[in-house]
């Protein structure tokens, strides 16, 4: 198969590479592209060293399939003429989750909806969500979903290179005093935020994403997503993004309403054997960071009332929530006769 990697640089980038090597994707050729200030850099893929193309410049013919991760301005420029190339295009970015000629899909609850792919794009869902489909799917499958309630926990990886690093920063420079912030309660000044609202070291922020009237982008798109991935247009979906002081893996809080009663008991059966998913006494987003699976534990009845369910899961947002379904989804186009 021949391969195209956009944003390869980028932290989604490099973990698409890695995820196609280890998960033995049958590669012929592997061509990498980003911005024009990384070409000329090389990328590692399976020991040997591959230059970086600029994206806008190059030309895809003759790819099979190109994997997209460089945002969603580059990618409503550069995804249908890479497309009218010949390469189907797997996207990770918002550009076309909301578009109805591009299906909306994690691996494991809709690949059906590959069957059709009318502009040659396939979207990816945002990282939140796709930690949460693989325990919603089965859920809903037997009990029918009414409502969603979602407290999120996300990382600061979700915002990328430069969330990682103001993390990274904010945390060196308090030093001793993270000890008086710890002892005396006090406030500690970490400098000025530059990719968060406020500080995030030693602090929680309940706002990810640029707020759109009353909610956040983030928050929308939970609700959006889930609702096509679910094949479920009127889901009453409530949502509250919270970013937290964590490197990788986000967790989500949920509260789930169905038709019919769903029994903790019965919730942990289902979830067993549901694919892409592995129970945790105590998820965490340390226990999910580097790993596929989205772990999921806390099940319990949510409240008296039948109907409700309480779960609360965790996943690498950035192998699961964007690298790894993206190859997943390769893999099922292989499977289903469309690439090779």
Same mark, same amino acid.
């Given at each position: 198969m021949r391969i195209g990697v956009v944003g390869a640089t980028g932290l989604v980038g490099g973990q698409l590479l890695r995820t196609l090597e280890d998960r033995g994707f049958p590669t012929g050729e592997l061509r990498a592209f980003a911005s024009a200030r990384s070409a000329g850099r090389a990328v590692p893929y399976r020991g040997v060293e591959v230059l970086v193309e600029e994206a806008t410049e190059a030309s895809y013919e003759g790819l099979d399939v190109v994997l997209m991760s460089a945002g969603a301005t580059l990618s409503r420029q550069l995804a249908p003429g890479i497309a009218a190339q010949g390469p189907l295009v797997i996207d990770n970015s918002s550009a076309w989750r909301n578009d109805p000629e591009v299906p909306l899909v994690v691996a494991e609850v809709n690949a059906a909806a590959l069957?059709?792919? +009318?502009?040659?794009?396939?979207?990816?869902?945002?990282?939140?969500?796709?930690?949460?489909?693989?325990?919603?799917? +089965?859920?809903?499958a037997e009990a029918g979903l009414v409502r969603i309630v979602? =407290?999120?926990? *996300?990382? !600061?990886?979700?915002?990328?290179?430069?969330? !990682?690093?103001?993390?990274? !920063? *904010?945390?060196? =420079?308090?030093?001793?005093?993270?000890?008086?912030?710890a002892w005396a309660g006090d406030s500690v000044d970490l400098g000025r935020a530059r990719v968060f609202p406020q500080p995030i070291a030693f602090n929680v922020v309940p706002q990810a994403g640029s707020f759109v009237d009353d909610e956040t982008d983030e928050e929308k798109k939970f609700r959006n997503e889930s609702r096509r991935i679910l094949a479920l247009p009127d889901l009453d979906v409530s949502c509250t993004c919270v970013r937290v002081p964590v490197f990788t893996g986000h967790s989500v809080s949920l509260v789930l309403e169905t038709s019919s009663d769903l029994? +903790?008991?019965?919730? !942990?059966?289902?979830? #067993?054997?549901? @694919?892409?998913?592995?129970?945790?006494?105590?998820? #965490? +987003?340390?226990? =999910?960071?580097?790993?596929? @699976?989205t772990y999921v534990g806390?099940?319990?009845?949510?409240g008296d009332r039948p109907g409700r369910l309480a779960v609360f899961v965790s996943g690498d947002n950035l192998r699961k929530g964007a690298a790894l379904n993206a190859v997943q989804i390769a893999e099922a186009l292989v499977a289903q006769g469309k690439l090779g």
């Open positions: 069957a059709e792919i +009318p502009k040659g794009i396939v979207a990816n869902p945002n990282c939140t969500t796709m930690v949460c489909m693989p325990v919603v799917a +089965p859920l809903h979602a =407290s999120t926990y *996300q990382a !600061v990886s979700g915002a990328g290179i430069d969330g !990682v690093g103001e993390l990274a !920063v *904010q945390v060196a =420079s308090a030093g001793e005093k993270a000890r008086e912030l029994a +903790p008991e019965r919730a !942990v059966e289902l979830l #067993t054997s549901a @694919p892409g998913v592995e129970l945790a006494e105590v998820p #965490t +987003p340390l226990l =999910s960071a580097g790993r596929d @699976p806390r099940i319990r009845r949510a």
